[in-house]
């Protein structure tokens, strides 16, 4: 009959389009259990902070900053994905103007003497990435972060510091993985005066989300091909690492265009040198 069968009308050729999977939103408040479906974590939300999610660790008692995917908590045994409390977002409309790092901003307050203690960081990306997101808060503290050019020179730079109970000496380096030369490295240096901190990223780079960078993933790269060398290549980008990542910096605006690991891990090197 003229009308009738799959031929009568016309062909949807692509099919039909495949939409992105949609969660439930639950309000992250304090006290709330949840398990983190990449890392396995399970625990209690203590508060939303630094673009992420600290959440206690139930079996170590660790305290951990977790981000906030679509759907990457489990509550009550259903996937879904945090939001802060209601009530938490309705106090941040009167609140005073932050700094890049999340912190209270303080207009005219002038930057303090340096102190004795120090922020080591490998290289100078590391240390223009902390700069552009915590230097305000350095600065008020009197804080002077400098590049060690290197990881292998780290046991010479911290016996030449002299550290001491008020001379105390923060490290910051990539890598920090189980049975890396930097782990290694940072069991030397092992000092009641002496903190080291880290990411498990090879290079500073991957600490930057790769939304920022416009990319979904940060590529995998070969063990022992140069690192920056091969991303550039696999993302089809011609230019220098250096002028790369002068564009790749000029995009960070704040502490919510890193990954938690990093912000993590400067905070808490702040707050031991200070």
Do not use: C, N
Request: no cysteine.
């Amino acid at each position: 009959m003229a009308g009738d069968g799959i031929l009568s009308g016309p062909i949807d050729l692509d099919g039909p389009r495949r939409q992105r999977p949609s969660y439930p939103a639950v309000e992250g408040r304090a006290g709330l259990a949840v398990r983190h479906r990449a890392t396995g974590i399970d625990g209690t939300v203590v508060r939303f902070e630094h673009g992420g999610v600290a959440v206690v660790d139930r079996h170590s008692g660790a305290k951990r900053l977790l981000r906030l995917d679509p759907g990457g908590f489990v509550v009550d045994g259903e996937r879904v994905t945090l939001v802060p409390p209601k009530a938490a977002a309705r106090a941040d409309a009167g609140r005073p103007q932050r700094t890049a790092s999340g912190s209270t901003a303080l207009p005219g307050h002038k930057a303090r003497v340096a102190k004795a203690s120090r922020i080591l960081v490998e290289g100078v990306h590391d240390a223009e990435l902390v700069e552009k997101v915590w230097g305000d808060d350095l600065r008020i503290e009197g804080v002077v972060v400098e590049r060690l050019d290197g990881m292998d020179v780290l046991p010479q730079a911290v016996a030449a510091f002299g550290p001491g109970p008020q001379r105390r000496l923060g490290v910051l380096l990539d890598h920090m993985v189980d049975g890396s030369k930097e782990t290694r490295t940072a069991a030397v240096v092992r000092s009641p005066h002496v903190l080291v901190r880290g990411t498990p990223y090879i290079d500073v780079w991957q600490a930057v989300r790769p939304r920022v960078a416009g990319i979904e993933a940060w590529p995998e790269v070969p063990r022992g091909e140069p690192w920056k060398e091969g991303v550039l290549a696999r993302l089809g980008v011609d230019r220098t690492p250096g002028a790369y990542w002068r564009t790749l910096l000029g995009r960070v605006t704040s502490y919510a265009d890193l990954e938690p690991a990093l912000v993590g891990a400067v905070e808490e090197l702040i707050d031991f040198v200070t």
